[in-house]
């Protein structure tokens, strides 16, 4: 079963801490992205990557970067944590083929304190 | 700004009935529809994918998508109880990169 894997589901950090969420993809997946999910605000794209080593900004990159060295995983750093980015994290991947949608990790729920 | 409109509820049905989930999309250029089903607490996760005027069926669920509109809906027959979730609209707005967008969602409460 194919399958994305985010490294933690939960996750509390103190404000102005450096935090990494990592993703990885077993489907060899061109694509890659972060989104986060926010009651009343839906799900709103981070960033995206479509091959190693490329990243775009999605509409909400403020406070965020993202490294990809490797096909099948894409880390989301946090510079310096805010309370602002409490939320649920989704990673998704998808391939270059217009029939298949994304496929999600389970999520992150990261709390800053 | 590339929109996806959806009515955010909540929609409730009784068991059995049929439960019509619609969605808007502002690029007429748009090429690819997809909708998600979201559990409390949970990951989205893919139900149906559409592609060309018409209706495209799978089960319970129905998709339909009229491009001159710029409609796509989603029909769940005999609805369950355990249809009751977000359902989420998708549109790809960039084909080379496969970016989606997606709308914020209708929850969909089936009564038993």
């Known amino acids: 079963d194919v399958k994305v894997t985010q490294s933690s589901r939960y996750l509390v950090k103190r404000t102005g801490e450096k935090v990494f969420l990592e993703c990885v993809q077993d489907?060899?997946?061109?694509?890659m992205f972060w989104y986060r999910q926010d009651p009343g605000l839906g799900l709103r794209l981070i960033y995206f990557s479509y091959d190693v080593k490329m990243k775009e900004k999605g509409d909400i990159p403020e406070g965020y970067s993202v490294s990809r060295e490797k096909k099948e995983r894409f880390s989301l750093i946090l510079e310096s944590a805010s309370t602002n980015q409490t939320s649920m994290y989704l990673c998704a991947s998808s391939n270059i083929n217009r029939d298949y949608g994304y496929t999600f990790g389970s999520g992150t729920r990261l709390t800053v304190v | 700004q590339k929109e996806v409109e959806q009515n955010s509820g909540p929609l409730s049905v009784p068991e059995g009935a049929i439960a019509s989930l619609n969605c808007t999309y502002s690029d007429r250029g748009s090429q690819s529809f997809f909708w998600y089903r979201q559990y409390s607490g949970k990951s989205p996760e893919l139900i149906m994918s559409i592609y060309s005027n018409g209706d495209k069926e799978d089960g319970r669920f129905t998709a339909q998508l009229n491009k001159a509109s710029q409609y796509v809906s989603l029909l769940i027959r005999d609805s369950q109880p355990s249809d009751s979730a977000t359902y989420l609209c998708a549109v790809i707005v960039s084909s080379n990169t496969g970016k989606l967008i997606f709308g914020q969602g209708t929850t969909l409460q089936v009564k038993p």
């Open positions: 489907m060899d997946h061109e694509n």
